[in-house]
């Protein structure tokens, strides 16, 4: 069964070879009813879950609430999916992944902004 659910994916592009549970689906519905859809480094709410340790290398985790993030992905985002939770290329992995995400958040809230010709520094977010 494992098989036909991986074929599946890859027809839709987003398994990328790895074998996926068939409670994945349903697994991500409940996880989104008790985790908001946002990611935590911009806030974006187009968002796809992510594994902390990936699920084609630990399948028994595959489903563990405690190993997977919402990143941002898509059309219109920073993609934080693919640039934070694989570096860039869907065939690696971040193993500082939650490390990195507080970094970037951090980044994020204390960025500089370009106000009446001259960037303003601040902090926590706020201006």
């Not at 994945?24 to 911009?42: D, G, R, V």
């Not at 993030?69 to 985002?77: H, K, Q, R, S």
Request: with cysteine; hydrophobic share 35%; net charge positive.
């Amino acid at each position: 069964m494992r098989i036909l659910y991986w074929i599946l994916d890859l027809f839709r592009g987003t398994s990328f070879g790895g074998l996926r549970s068939p409670g994945w689906s349903s697994f991500k519905k409940e996880f989104e009813k008790t985790h908001p859809k946002i990611c935590p480094i911009c806030r974006n709410k187009k968002c796809s879950l992510h594994h902390k340790e990936s699920f084609a290398t630990y399948p028994e985790e595959e489903l563990d609430p405690n190993n997977v993030y919402w990143l941002c992905e898509g059309w219109g985002t920073l993609q934080h999916h693919r640039g934070v939770g694989h570096l860039g290329s869907f065939l690696s992995i971040n193993e500082n992944l939650v490390e990195d995400i507080a970094i970037w958040k951090k980044k994020f809230e204390t960025r500089p902004k370009w106000i009446l010709n001259t960037w303003v520094y601040q902090l926590n977010n706020q201006l």
